[in-house]
T-cell receptor
């Protein structure tokens, strides 16, 4: 079983600021996967990224970047030069190895980008 | 390509009534998941199927909840009798066969259930 903690309930920043969303996970599995999903006001869940426990390389996709550190059990998400369209609830999630297991989600961080 | 299809999108019912939520996974996917989202508990896994067989139903809250997957293209989540605390958004997700690494789960748009 996994546990995912997103300590930041809500973050509000002004447009163009950088913002980092924190995610801390707990697991006893040696093989596991970590995810970030975005839930805009319309309500759908949008997949952003998946990382497996053997790949600690950071990843950058446009304005988005992810920092995975096994030493601190963290998988943080940074948005550079934030935009109003980034306003959403962001969820971090985890699952164990095996490939067809359900996801354990954190409580989510509500990100508000003010114009 | 059609994504995961859920119906109805919105359901309003009265306490004590039976509610049936439906899900059509993406063609070719062999894993199906039901999640529930509430303000209090967040997103939680209720049950998931692999090749139409229930694998883990430990997240199903009570005996009032039941789920079936009679074939690879259809699943139902039934609540009988419904209670106001069942009000939530119910998401269905599917994923393709495992091919050496974890596969992404594709989520449907959700069904917003309100029990009065």
């Amino acid at each position: 079983a996994q546990k995912v903690t997103q300590a930041q309930t809500e973050i509000s920043v002004v447009e163009k600021e950088d913002v980092t969303l924190d995610c801390v996970y707990e697991t006893r599995d040696t093989t596991y996967y970590l995810f970030w999903y975005k839930q805009p006001p319309s309500g759908e869940l949008v997949f952003l990224i998946r990382r497996n426990s053997f790949d600690e390389q950071n990843e950058i996709s446009g304005r988005y970047s992810w920092n995975f550190q096994k030493s601190t059990s963290s998988f943080n998400f940074t948005i550079t030069a934030s935009q109003v369209v980034d306003s959403a609830v962001y969820f971090c999630a985890a699952c164990s190895g095996g490939g067809a297991d359900g996801l354990t989600f954190g409580k989510g961080t509500h990100l508000i980008i003010q114009p | 390509d059609a994504g995961v299809i859920q119906s109805p999108r919105h359901e309003v019912t009265e306490m004590g009534q039976e509610v049936t939520l439906r899900c059509k996974p993406i063609s070719g996917h062999n894993s199906l998941f039901w999640y529930r989202q509430t303000m209090m508990r967040g997103l939680e896994l209720l049950i998931y199927f692999n090749n139409n067989v229930p694998i883990d139903d430990s997240g199903m809250p009570e005996d009032r909840f039941s789920a079936k997957m009679p074939n690879a293209s259809f699943s139902t989540l039934k609540i009988q009798p419904s209670e106001p605390r069942d009000s939530a958004v119910y998401f269905c997700a599917s994923s393709p066969p495992v091919g050496g690494s974890y596969n992404e789960q594709f989520f449907g748009p959700g069904t917003r259930l309100t029990v009065l």
